[in-house]
């Protein structure tokens, strides 16, 4: 069975009650994709909302999780709040947070197993820093990102678990890795995976994020282990429609 492509839409810390009833409407009325799968990503305050209103096509995913079930964690959210707004995917390990908040991967890890373990599907980004790219390290820099997650989740969770790999030099920043450089990092990804067994790499999804846009997914789409997209800015656009027919 091939891969099934999936774009998600991270909408980040943008938009309000009317401006994301607007985008939603727009994907509603569009013609999408039929053999795509669509998560949107908006912000927490707009979860309930979202799901309101995408039609049951579409996925609704928060932007983060906590990692234990309930408690005194000023400003979080927990798996179980989210199973009862019938939110069933989350953002986990995001650059921003890995880079601004300074989440560890082995924090990271245990938001993934918390998600995973409470039913929900993980949206898991990883990705590298121009330095570390510049001194080769791209890979030690995924598979350590990676490894952390392994020890917490079973191989059969993966099948839980989109990978989204987002050079941290490109979110955001209008530079895009090529599609040479895209497909060797989706390649060793999924070579990495091949530890946890076969199937799982066979059958994971990995997805490219880093300033996605209209003009450069079609090219991407085409390579043999990118299975869609994380986008950013331009998920806000009408032109995110065009980013999830990206192989039509």
């Known amino acids: 069975m091939p891969r099934q492509f999936f774009v998600g839409g991270n909408f980040k810390m943008n938009g309000t009650a009317d401006s994301i009833t607007s985008i939603i409407k727009n994907l509603n009325d569009a013609k999408l994709d039929a053999s795509s799968e669509v998560v949107i990503s908006p912000p927490a305050l707009y979860l309930a909302l979202a799901r309101a209103q995408a039609n049951s096509k579409i996925g609704v995913a928060a932007q983060n999780v906590y990692d234990k079930p309930n408690g005194a964690f000023t400003g979080e959210i927990s798996v179980e709040q989210l199973n009862d707004a019938n939110i069933n995917w989350t953002i986990i390990g995001h650059s921003e947070r890995r880079v601004i908040l300074k989440e560890s991967d082995e924090f990271i890890a245990r938001k993934v197993k918390a998600a995973i373990e409470g039913g929900l599907s993980v949206i898991f980004c990883i990705g590298e820093t121009l330095e570390e790219r510049e001194a080769n390290k791209t890979i030690d820099v995924v598979t350590r990102q990676l490894n952390a997650v392994a020890k917490e989740i079973t191989p059969q969770q993966w099948s839980k678990v989109v990978v989204a ?31 946890v067994s076969p199937e799982v790499s066979e059958n994971t999804r990995v997805i490219y994020g880093g300033s996605v846009s209209e003009k450069n997914c079609r090219e991407l789409s085409k390579q043999p282990d990118v299975d869609g997209f994380l986008v950013g800015g331009a998920s806000l656009k009408p032109a995110f429609v065009d980013i999830i027919n990206a192989r039509l």
Do not use: D, M
């Not at 209008?174 to 091949?194: D, S, Y």
């Open 165 to 195: 790999y987002e050079p941290v030099w490109a979110i955001g920043t209008g530079k895009v890795a090529t599609t040479e450089q895209a497909q060797e990092v989706h390649a060793a990804i999924r070579e990495w995976l091949k530890a």
